[in-house]
C-alpha cells in the first residue's frame, strides 16, 4: 500500500508563503501523476495544481497560477507545493494524491487511488 504524508499546514497572514510537503511511501510515484488538492468543509474538493513526474509536465488551477508551484524531490520521495502570496480564500485542507493510470494527470479527483490525509492551511486577513 502506497502511503503519502502532508505536513506544513498551518496559521498564516494573508500574503505570507508556505511551503507543504508530501512524503510518499513508494518510490515508482517517482515517474506517475502526483497531485494537490484542497478541499473546505462542506465544499466540492478541487485540484491546485499537479504533476507528472515522469517528464515534470506540470498543471494548476487558475486560482493557483503565478502563485503556487508544484515539483518534487525524487532522491527523497517528497512532492511539494510552494504557495506564495497566499490569501483568504486560499483557507482550506490540502491533500496530495497520487496515481500510476494517466499520462495527463487529470484534475478531477476521482481518477487518484492513492490520498494522504491532509494538511490544515489557514490564511488570516
Known amino acids: 500500500q502506497v502511503l503519502l504524508e502532508e505536513s506544513g499546514g498551518e496559521p498564516v497572514q494573508a500574503g505570507g508563503s508556505l511551503r507543504l510537503s508530501c512524503a510518499f511511501s513508494?518510490?515508482?510515484?517517482?515517474?506517475?501523476?502526483m497531485g494537490w488538492f484542497r478541499q473546505v468543509t462542506g465544499q466540492e474538493r478541487e485540484n491546485v495544481a499537479r504533476?507528472?513526474?515522469?517528464?515534470?509536465?506540470?498543471w494548476y488551477a487558475d486560482s493557483a497560477q503565478g502563485r503556487f508551484s508544484i515539483y518534487r524531490d525524487s532522491a527523497r520521495n517528497i512532492l511539494y507545493l510552494q504557495m506564495n502570496d497566499l490569501k483568504p480564500d486560499d483557507s482550506a485542507r490540502y491533500f496530495c494524491?497520487?496515481?500510476?493510470?494517466?499520462?495527463?494527470?487529470?484534475?478531477?479527483?476521482?481518477?487518484?487511488?492513492?490520498w494522504g490525509q491532509g494538511t490544515q492551511v489557514t490564511v488570516s486577513v
Open positions: 504533476i507528472n513526474n515522469d517528464d515534470g509536465r506540470t
Open positions: 513508494d518510490s515508482t510515484f517517482s515517474r506517475d501523476c
Open positions: 494524491a497520487a496515481d500510476r493510470r494517466w499520462v495527463s494527470c487529470p484534475a478531477e479527483g476521482r481518477f487518484y487511488q492513492h
